[in-house]
């Protein structure tokens, strides 16, 4: 373990701007936990290679310490609060609850805010520190974080031979607690440091690791028109019966690759290929029907931008439609009613719909080329 020790305290010495002090007391409790493992491990134990076993577990978590401190403490708090997100997202809405988007997100930040601490704690008894312990340098961040995602990862063992990781364990209880009518409010918090460098941080538990996943409060009009783009997908989804979709969309938000998306699905790639066709499917259909007023008012590709097509391609669309398509777009951009409109040209409010999406989808492959 001396040995450990040594290695782990150069290369935290060599990869971060810490103290000496800070970098010496990291290298002490990774190899104190790597030998509480290595010990407690039947299976190690039983290896006759307790040596190799304790190098690679060392290494395994000092390099989620440099992870999480390279990419400093708003980055690595987004990219934990991503991940975990992302593990408890098929758990955390309670199945009597028809919950939108927002609402789902909102419950998933206060399940995680109380994880956090819940982890915090954790940390604590097992490194064996005071209870009022903080990481308060950004080393000491990475540390706590890096040790949240094992922490998260665990397998429980249950009955039946079988095991769960614990942040879903307590994902589940934490629906199951849920009554139908609760409307959860999430306040705002207040950051502390954020810089790179070798800062004070000192939040208060309650507001340890909070990061919002989608802007909350005030938001610049782009992102509240993004917003309401989504909230209209994913109900539209859930009106054609197309859950899977909608969960599909969801994880994608989050910028996970695509294995990951597989493995929270439970997909194989050809299951998740056909899914991502199908969710395309119903994307376009949503984007030329009904909704296609505030998806092309968010791609600024609305009637008053001419479907977002230059000059060149808008005077081709019009030579490329009939003379029934060319007085509908005009009819559009004068802003009547549909019932006007359809009385005008001699259609039912069903053929003027079909009409103005085969025109929305002529611009759209248009403005693709």
């Given at each position: 373990?001396e040995?450990l020790?040594?290695?782990?305290?150069?290369?935290?010495r060599?990869g971060?701007r810490?103290?000496?002090?800070n970098?010496r007391?990291?290298?002490?409790?990774l190899s104190?936990?790597v030998n509480?493992?290595?010990?407690?491990s039947k299976?190690?134990?039983?290896?006759?290679?307790?040596?190799?076993?304790?190098?690679s577990?060392g290494?395994?978590?000092?390099?989620?310490?440099?992870?999480?401190y390279?990419?400093g403490?708003?980055r690595?708090r987004?990219?934990?609060?991503?991940t975990l997100?992302?593990i408890?997202?098929?758990y955390?809405?309670?199945?009597?609850?028809?919950?939108?988007y927002?609402?789902?997100?909102?419950l998933i930040?206060?399940f995680?805010q109380g994880f956090?601490?819940e982890?915090?704690?954790?940390?604590?008894r097992?490194?064996?520190?005071?209870e009022?312990?903080q990481?308060?340098t950004?080393l000491?961040?990475?540390?706590y974080?890096?040790f949240?995602?094992?922490?998260?990862k665990r397998?429980?063992p249950l009955p039946?031979?079988r095991?769960?990781q614990?942040i879903?364990?307590?994902?589940q209880?934490?629906?199951?607690?849920?009554p139908?009518?609760t409307?959860?409010d999430?306040?705002?918090?207040?950051?502390?440091?954020s810089?790179d460098?070798?800062?004070?941080?000192?939040?208060?538990?309650?507001?340890?690791?909070?990061?919002?996943?989608?802007s909350?409060g005030?938001?610049?009009?782009?992102d509240?028109?993004?917003?309401?783009?989504?909230?209209?997908?994913?109900?539209?989804?859930?009106?054609?019966?197309q859950?899977?979709?909608?969960?599909?969309f969801?994880?994608?938000?989050?910028?996970?690759?695509?294995?990951?998306i597989e493995?929270?699905l439970?997909l194989?790639?050809r299951?998740?290929?056909?899914?991502?066709?199908?969710f395309?499917?119903h994307?376009?259909r949503?984007?030329l029907?009904?909704?296609?007023?505030l998806?092309?008012?968010?791609?600024?590709?609305?009637?008053?931008?001419n479907?977002?097509?230059?000059?060149?391609?808008?005077d081709?669309?019009?030579?490329s439609?009939?003379?029934k398509?060319?007085?509908?777009?005009?009819?559009?951009?004068?802003?009547l009613?549909e019932?006007?409109?359809a009385?005008?040209?001699?259609?039912?409010?069903n053929?003027?719909?079909?009409?103005?999406s085969?025109?929305?989808?002529q611009?759209?492959e248009?403005?693709n080329?």
């Amino acid at each position: 373990m001396e040995a450990l020790f040594q290695r782990l305290f150069k290369e935290l010495r060599q990869g971060t701007r810490s103290s000496e002090p800070n970098c010496r007391q990291l290298a002490e409790r990774l190899s104190q936990e790597v030998n509480r493992i290595c010990s407690e491990s039947k299976r190690i134990q039983d290896s006759g290679e307790i040596e190799a076993w304790a190098t690679s577990l060392g290494k395994h978590r000092l390099t989620q310490c440099l992870k999480y401190y390279k990419l400093g403490s708003h980055r690595g708090r987004v990219d934990l609060h991503s991940t975990l997100s992302a593990i408890v997202y098929r758990y955390i809405t309670p199945p009597q609850v028809q919950a939108s988007y927002q609402a789902r997100l909102n419950l998933i930040e206060d399940f995680l805010q109380g994880f956090y601490v819940e982890s915090l704690n954790a940390f604590r008894r097992e490194n064996q520190l005071t209870e009022t312990y903080q990481p308060r340098t950004l080393l000491e961040l990475a540390e706590y974080m890096a040790f949240t995602e094992r922490y998260a990862k665990r397998r429980i063992p249950l009955p039946g031979r079988r095991n769960q990781q614990l942040i879903i364990l307590r994902a589940q209880t934490f629906s199951k607690q849920q009554p139908p009518e609760t409307a959860v409010d999430i306040e705002q918090t207040t950051e502390g440091a954020s810089g790179d460098g070798d800062q004070t941080w000192s939040p208060s538990p309650t507001q340890l690791m909070r990061q919002q996943m989608v802007s909350q409060g005030t938001e610049i009009p782009e992102d509240a028109l993004r917003s309401k783009v989504i909230e209209a997908l994913l109900t539209y989804l859930k009106e054609k019966n197309q859950e899977d979709c909608a969960d599909y969309f969801t994880l994608r938000l989050l910028d996970l690759p695509t294995s990951e998306i597989e493995q929270i699905l439970g997909l194989t790639p050809r299951q998740r290929d056909y899914l991502q066709q199908r969710f395309k499917y119903h994307l376009i259909r949503f984007s030329l029907s009904h909704h296609w007023e505030l998806v092309h008012e968010w791609l600024e590709a609305d009637l008053e931008h001419n479907l977002g097509l230059t000059p060149q391609q808008w005077d081709h669309l019009q030579e490329s439609i009939s003379q029934k398509q060319v007085k509908l777009l005009q009819f559009k951009q004068q802003g009547l009613a549909e019932t006007e409109i359809a009385q005008a040209l001699g259609c039912t409010p069903n053929q003027l719909q079909k009409q103005w999406s085969k025109l929305l989808e002529q611009a759209w492959e248009i403005r693709n080329l």
